[in-house]
């Protein structure tokens, strides 16, 4: 086997680094890409979040600057010659962060610049020189036009979740930042999917590239059982209730695609007795933070949350993910059942599937490339509790039109934390920067406290599926027969 860190003769700093993370072995992504970008090749991966990809870039690309590391206090001597660009500030700190983490024992300087944020405390740490930049590409702009970022020696550029980027909007200013770049310098793009939008991008950037795929683009883990539940807006919060106590799970993660859904469901479930918390961008950052913690430390079971402010989070091992909404964009899904089934654990997904979901279930089936079959689940007749918020708004919250094209200034929307179709309440800027829970893995909860839906005394664990679920009914049919 070729996957231990020893194969790659890194320098003595970065090796130190590498084994106090912990890390045993070389993930497929790191074992694939980090020899290509040693040799300064430029790369299109195909690899999600979780997959290791950061090291998998930010290893070799330190490594590679090692020539330039030095002591002194001159920025003239610290110029930018690294540069990561990601869609979120979320993603952008994560990154960040394990690059800092990587470089602690090395001179190199690095440094993050994120939307929403002010630019005064980014601008000093510019101004004193760093060789590895984070940036999302909006605010990256501002700084560049305020000529505090100037990018004439970068000798490397990754387009990390370029996916994401294009989808929200970026590509101008991508294109913008990389008309300020030399060259002659080696281009990394990482991509859940290689979209004929992505295959643009990188025919027009990437000077023969390598390609490297470790998992098949939108191919779902093996690991994680995928389920679609028929159910009307009403019976679905019962129908998570049922799958939680058939199966003995004991946390989740529930995605709605709308910020307005999110805050409803979670007081809907709060009602009913259940420990929820919601995690959406309208959330100030010490919400979020303390909802997530609640979470890792087992005080809430439910997280509901929307596609961006959980897309950032490096959780792992979630028990379960339930689609509330069918997510509107199929590679969504794909990001949304990758928060389960992590690292070869086994993982459930389920998805409720409303009559008037029948075309985003189409979606995910062609992204997927898997027949999907929704099944019916047969619930108890009791009521669920109080009575649900209104969810005949929701159409509402839908996306009316993409992010526009045009340059931004300093408060800029597509550094925010959610998704455009979250947008439309207008951009709030979140007062902090550091999110110290996206660093630490998911657990289970330390404690003995049985979740919320469970009631008291034994519990048997079910692992099959529930003898309630009736006979599998193609989708078409379903829907046919449904309406
Ligand atoms: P990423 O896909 O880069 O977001 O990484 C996901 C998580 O995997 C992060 O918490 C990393 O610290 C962790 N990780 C990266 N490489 C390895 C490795 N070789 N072994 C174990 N964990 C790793």
Redesign the pocket.
Known sequence: MTDS?SNLSLAPTLARA?AE???????P??AQAIPVVLTGQDVMGA??????????FSLPLLQRLLKHENPSTSPARHPVRALVLLPTRELAD??AQ?IK?YAKYTQLRSAVVFGGMDMKPQTLELKKGVEVLVATPGRLLDHIEAKNAVLNQVEYVVLDEADRMLDIGFLPDLQRILSFLPKQRTTLLFSATFSPEIKRLAGSYLQNPITIEVARPNETASTVEQRFYAAQDDDKRRVIRKVLDDRGIKQAFIFVNSKLGCGRLARSLEREGLRTAALHGDKSQDERLKALEAFKKGEVDLLVCTDVAARGL?I?DVPAVFNFDVPFNAEDYVHRIGRTGR?GASGLAVTLVSPSDARLVGDIEKLIKKKLEVETLQLDTRPAGPAPEKWGERAEDRPRSRASEGRRREHDPRDALDAPHERRGGFRPAPINRDPFF?K?YEPAATDVPPSWEPSGPKTVRSSISANIKPKRKVAALFKSGE
Do not use: C, L, N, R
Request: charged letters at 15%.
């Open positions: 860190f590498v993370m912990g890390y045993e072995s070389m993930t992504i790191q690899a999600q979040t979780g997959t290791g990809k950061t090291a998998a994560q990154v394990q983490m490096d792992k690292a660093q893995p």
